[in-house]
């Protein structure tokens, strides 16, 4: 897996301004030789700001496609996470929409992101720029569950589309491909990788590891046996 060419000088550099305020878990996981898809819980932002920290490798992540244009990031922003979300209001609330729409929207570019479209014909768009990363070598992280403010508890469901990508190499490139589950340990600030996963047909093969995933990433097993 190519792991130090990826992210760029801004990605790079709010990661070691991040390191100073958060401590970045223990890694007490194991990375695949080559590409695979790693498969973390979102648990309010721990997991995407702990396995971006903590795993390392650089990974490309799948992000939803609103964070990676810069009207839309801070549409977001403003209307939902600092108004439904943080109770803000007025000119405040757009003040602040505006500010974190334009330090993210870099920050997922230089990270190479890759934006996620749900439904029609985008979806399709969100696997081929996957594929793309796939076939050069480096590998994905993608945060999947539903209900994704859920910090603790079992991991109930998850979006399953991302596991085609399986499928998908297998046919282009006659290797199966890794889907690794990483486990949040908050109570030990430790981060591990279990048994890989593979998705041979996603008619045949999907529910069952979405399902297994989903057991392993809130932590209910330490293997996906």
Known sequence: MKRNHIYGPYARLTMRIAKIFIQPYRWEGTLCAGPAVYVCRHADMLGP????LSVPAQLHPMVLHVFTTLQACRRQYSEYTFTARCGKSGLFRRSLGWLAGTLVVPLMKSLQAIPVYRGGYNSIKTLRIAMKH???????IVWPDIN???????????Y???LLLGEMYLKQTGRPLPIVPLTLREDLHVITSSASLFVNSYHSDAEATASKLALVISGGSKTAE
């Open 49 to 52: 700001i702990q396995s971006i």
């Open 160 to 162: 399953p589309g991302f």
């Open 148 to 158: 994704y403010t859920q910090k603790t508890g079992i991991v109930e469901k998850i």
């Open 134 to 140: 796939l076939l050069n070598g480096e590998s994905i």
